[in-house]
């Protein structure tokens, strides 16, 4: 067992000993069961989905079986963990080992003040808006946009992140930036993930309904056909929702020197609610550049299109389908038919 | 006889006529902080702030989902439908934040306020009493306000 395992069963422990403490505790579907009195809430969400690629032989899936471990110490110390199960049980089989198995996230976050907090341990890298909340009951396809997934930037980092929140011209503005080392704080870390990272992320409030973001990266990866090449991500993204409308879109541009692995991508969503708690998704994504996935290089120009309907008849749970199509898609994004159940527990 | 008839007529009618004209934020007594305007009210009903400058942790409280006045609250204050802010709670919970505590009335929240600190919390002007401390009004549109005796206590 690696450190990294120790450390996070110890804090499961440490949680679970201050429960036993306490007797009363509440459970409320999609917040999880709380214990007041340990400051302790558990939760997590169930993704199943279903793919219907063109040219393959469909698949379903248990995608994610996240576990959530939130505990307050005190007024000013948050500890969260997420443990997750991912794509452990399919129609091709079943597989509960440390291939399937990942610390996603577990940190500590200091409130040093009303303004600034920090926060170490392992967390979501904030480019743009879909990383950060790219759990399925929260998004509205089953499939994650091509510039969000981990062969443009990984999707997690190790190290210290500072966070401030200020208040401008009765907007918020807040500024984050973090440091990340996978290579030596993630013994348990996934194919494609940091060497190390530098990076800032602000994002805006236009309008109260209204954000804007800026995210800058410079990152090594550990990847071998990265690895002796720094990048440098620069992403702009902007999000606005009001009354059940919601357009989204982001922008991505990722260098790296000798024109290896440059790529530029960008995807445009709209929701529009339809009544009875359903809305129609419509989302187009294009990306150019030289894309490395499952080891395999390819320089493309991709677009695509996804067509979609959800339905979110309780607010933890949705049932999404959905289907993509375009040009020159074929490796990194086949077309076909995708379906998922997803909720909050 | 006749004095009794009319001062509980007076007591049963003056109140179905009063009219909750404004949304009054509230903390404790005791708090500290002076200076509040909408913008930090909202971050801390949204918990997007959650402690003050003295590094203690902000409590706010919410109605009941079904109370009217959390719908007026959500809808002056916060400008979302609760509708929409099911959506943003969803996200918190993601990201191991909860929403803020519920009482069922209006008491309870002068109850609630009184009793904890650092609580934060609102009550329709029809509810003032001096046991908490008024840190901001808002002014209800004709359309929103309403009869005291509808409000839920």
């Keep these: ?345 | 006889m006749r004095t009794l008839i009319l001062s509980i007529s007076f007591a049963l009618i003056v109140p179905s006529t009063a009219i909750a004209s404004e949304l009054l934020i509230i903390t404790g007594k005791e708090t500290a902080e002076k200076k509040f305007n909408k913008k930090k009210i909202t971050n801390i009903f949204l918990r997007r702030q959650l402690i003050n400058q003295h590094g203690e942790r902000w409590i706010p409280v919410n109605l009941a989902s079904h109370h009217p006045l959390r719908k007026i609250f959500s809808e002056t204050l916060l400008d979302q439908y609760p509708e929409e802010l099911e959506n943003y709670w969803n996200i918190k919970y993601f990201q191991g934040i909860s929403p803020p505590y519920v009482v069922e009335s209006q008491e309870a929240m002068l109850r609630f306020i009184t009793t904890t600190p650092n609580a934060i919390g609102y009550i329709s002007s029809c509810f003032k009493n001096n046991n908490v401390k008024v840190i901001f009004r808002i002014a209800l549109k004709s359309d929103k306000t309403q009869k005291c005796n509808d409000l839920k206590r």
């Design chain 1, 1 to 345: 067992m690696t450190s990294f395992q120790k450390c996070t069963l110890l804090f499961c422990y440490s949680v679970l000993a201050m429960a036993e403490q306490s007797i009363n505790y509440n459970y409320h579907w999609g917040r999880g069961l709380k214990i007041p009195e340990a400051n302790l809430t558990i939760g997590g969400y169930a993704h199943f989905s279903y793919e219907n690629f063109e040219r393959q032989s469909d698949i379903a899936k248990i995608d994610d079986l996240s576990l959530f471990i939130t505990w307050n110490p005190s007024s000013q110390l948050h500890l969260f963990s997420e443990l997750e199960f991912e794509d452990a049980v399919s129609t091709e089989g079943t597989e509960f080992s440390q291939k399937t198995f990942f610390v996603e996230r577990l940190y500590a976050d200091i409130l040093i003040n009303e303004t600034f907090s920090l926060r170490l341990g392992k967390f979501l890298t904030p480019v743009g808006i879909w990383n950060t909340i790219h759990a399925a009951p929260l998004v509205w396809t089953t499939t994650r946009p091509l510039i969000t997934e981990d062969f443009i930037f990984p999707a997690h980092s190790n190290g210290l992140m500072l966070n401030s929140q200020f208040i401008i011209n009765n907007q918020n503005l807040e500024f984050s930036i973090y440091a990340d080392n996978s290579q030596h704080l993630d013994p348990h870390k996934k194919d494609i993930s940091f060497k190390n990272a530098l990076g800032l992320r602000v994002n805006y409030e236009i309008l109260d309904h209204m954000h804007l973001g800026f995210s800058y990266l410079a990152f090594k990866n550990q990847a071998k056909f990265y690895s002796s090449s720094r990048n440098h991500l620069f992403g702009i993204d902007l999000i606005w929702k009001k009354k059940g409308v919601e357009l989204q879109a982001e922008f991505i541009h990722r260098r790296a020197p000798k024109q290896r692995g440059n790529e530029t991508g960008l995807y445009l969503q709209t929701v529009l609610p339809l009544g009875h708690h359903f809305s129609a998704v419509g989302r187009y994504e294009f990306l150019e550049g030289t894309h490395l996935k499952d080891n395999i290089l390819e320089n493309s120009t991709i677009h695509l299109g996804i067509a979609g309907l959800a339905w979110r008849p309780y607010s933890p749970m949705v049932l999404k389908v959905e289907y993509r199509f375009g040009s020159d898609n074929s490796s990194i994004a086949q077309s076909g038919f995708f379906a998922s159940v997803s909720t909050f527990f």
